[in-house]
């Protein structure tokens, strides 16, 4: 029965998940669950020790990876994520998620001029 156990935590994903507190909680996930399904698995399993952080729905739970927000539809095994190992995500209360690349979108225009200055600068 200990291999079968051992077996299936190996076709799972563990998420050390990481409140912006520092409180952290393991969850086991399946490569097929997308963010949005993570979100509402903790909403519905809220560890009691992160009960002064708890929140009122799960649609506002979002996942932090590597710097980038999740989108709900994102799953586990798009991500790549391998299977048996413990990752690291982020969670934080956002109504909103920001727009697409707007980041990358901001760090090309900054690459994209040598000079000190861009041509929207003004001296008075």
């Known amino acids: 029965m200990c291999f079968c156990l051992f077996s299936r935590e190996r076709e799972r994903i563990n998420l050390r998940l ?20 993570i979100a509402q698995t903790v909403f ?24 980038r927000f999740l989108h709900c539809n994102v799953t586990l095994g798009a991500l790549g994520l391998p299977l048996g190992k413990t990752t690291v995500m982020h969670l934080v209360p956002r109504d909103n998620l920001p727009e697409p690349n707007s980041q990358d979108q901001r760090q090309k225009s900054k690459g994209a001029s040598s000079r000190c200055c861009s041509t929207t600068c003004c001296i008075l």
């Open 18 to 37: 990481i409140l912006v507190s520092g409180k952290t909680k393991e969850f086991l996930f399946s490569p097929s669950d997308s963010a949005g399904d």
């Open 44 to 67: 519905d399993n809220w560890p009691e020790d992160w009960e002064s952080e708890a929140v009122s729905k799960a649609e506002i739970l979002r996942l932090i990876y590597q710097g």
